[in-house]
C-alpha cells in the first residue's frame, strides 16, 4: 500500500469509534465488487453487446439471468454480515514476542444462518494471520479467535479489526472496521538463560539468613511431614533420593523461609540497559514463583514486598511492563 493509501486508511480508522461491542447496520457495512465480480461485469457487457448485435433473444436471456442472479446475489452478500454483533472478550497479558489472542463473540437474531464470515487484524501480514473463518447458525452465536503478535512491552490498544463476507457467490466483498476500546498488557520477554536467584537477605533483627544453593532454592530443609503443601517439596532433592533407591522426601523449612527476604533489585540486576535488566527481572519473577518462593520487586519509585502467587506475580509483572 502506498502512502497515500496509509494516510487515507489511518485516518478513516481514526473516524470509527472505539467500542468493545458493535452491532453492524447498513451505516458501518461497506460493499464493493471483486475482481471476480467485476470479470462477471465485463462479461455480461459482451453478451449484452452481443445480443443486441446480433438479435439473440436466447443471448439476452442469459445476460439478464445471470445480472438478475448477481443482483440477488448482492444483496443476500450485504444482508449475510448486516445485523450481527461483535463482542470483544478482555485479551490476556502475554509477555513480548508472544501472540496476543482475541476472543471475538458473533451474534446473530434473525432466522436465518451466517456463512462465511471472516475476522482479521488489519495492518498484520496476513501470511502469518490469516482471517478467522466460521458460520454463525440462525438465532446463536459462535466465537471466534483472532490472533496477531505483541509489540514490545507496555500496555497497547487492540489494532483495528475488519469483518468481512463473500458469501454467497463471491462476485461482492461486504466488510466492516471495528476498533476495540479493550487494551492489552504485554510484559517483557523473560531471558532465555537468567543466572541464578539472587541471595536473601536477612529480616531486620533476625538471627541470620538462609544460604542459597546456585540452583536457586534455598537449603533451610526439612524432612517431609504429611500434609505439607507439594510446592514445598524439594523435587531436585526427591530426584536424587529416588536415585538411590530412597523415597525419603524434604520440604522447605518455613521458619527458615520467614528468617529471609528475596528482593528482586532493579539496581543489582547486573545489567545497564534497561530491557536487558526488565528481562532478567521478569525471568526472576517466573522462576522465584515457580520453586513457590516470596520474593519482592524493588523498581525506581516502586516496590512490592514479598509475597508469592498468582495475583502477586501478576503485579510484578504489570510494575515490569509499565516501568
Not at 104 to 112: D, M
Not at 264 to 286: F, I, N, P
Request: aromatic content about 6%; charged content about 15%.
Amino acid at each position: 500500500m502506498s502512502a497515500l493509501g496509509q494516510r487515507l486508511q489511518r485516518w478513516f480508522h481514526s473516524r470509527v469509534p472505539r467500542t468493545d461491542t458493535l452491532a453492524l447496520t447498513q451505516r458501518n457495512v461497506y460493499i464493493l465488487p471483486t475482481r471476480a465480480g467485476a470479470m462477471l461485469a465485463l462479461t455480461l457487457l459482451v453478451l449484452l453487446v452481443a445480443s443486441i448485435n446480433y438479435q439473440l433473444n436466447l443471448g439476452y436471456l442469459l445476460t439478464f439471468l445471470l445480472a438478475g442472479a448477481t443482483v440477488v446475489g448482492m444483496h443476500v452478500c450485504h444482508g449475510n454480515l448486516r445485523g450481527i454483533v461483535l463482542h470483544l472478550s478482555p485479551p490476556a497479558a502475554v509477555h513480548a514476542g508472544q501472540a496476543v489472542v482475541l476472543d471475538v463473540q458473533l451474534t446473530s437474531e434473525r432466522k436465518r444462518a451466517r456463512y462465511g464470515l471472516g475476522l482479521g487484524v488489519i495492518g498484520v501480514d496476513a501470511a502469518h494471520t490469516p482471517l478467522a473463518w466460521t458460520d454463525v447458525p440462525a438465532q446463536s452465536s459462535a466465537r471466534v479467535q483472532v490472533s496477531w503478535p505483541a509489540p514490545q512491552r507496555g500496555l497497547h490498544a487492540i489494532p483495528p479489526i475488519q469483518a468481512q463476507t463473500l458469501f454467497p457467490l463471491g462476485t461482492f466483498r461486504v466488510w466492516t472496521v471495528w476498533r476495540p476500546a479493550a487494551q492489552v498488557l504485554v510484559y517483557p520477554a523473560p531471558e532465555a538463560a537468567p543466572p541464578a536467584l539472587p541471595a536473601g537477605s536477612s529480616e531486620p533483627g533476625s538471627a541470620g539468613s538462609a544460604r542459597q544453593q546456585d540452583s536457586g532454592e534455598f537449603d533451610g530443609v526439612r524432612a517431609y511431614r504429611r500434609g505439607d503443601p507439594q510446592k514445598t517439596v524439594v523435587w531436585k532433592k526427591a530426584a536424587q533420593a529416588f536415585a538411590a533407591g530412597r523415597d525419603d522426601l524434604v520440604s522447605r523449612d518455613a521458619l527458615s523461609s520467614q528468617r529471609q527476604q528475596l528482593w528482586l533489585d532493579h539496581a543489582q540486576c547486573g545489567h545497564s540497559a534497561l530491557e536487558a535488566r526488565l528481562s532478567r527481572l521478569t525471568a526472576w519473577v517466573l522462576m522465584a514463583e515457580r520453586l513457590g518462593l516470596d520474593y519482592g520487586l524493588r523498581l525506581p519509585g516502586r516496590e512490592l514486598p514479598p509475597s508469592q502467587g498468582a495475583t502477586h506475580q501478576a503485579r510484578c509483572l504489570e510494575a515490569l511492563a509499565l516501568a
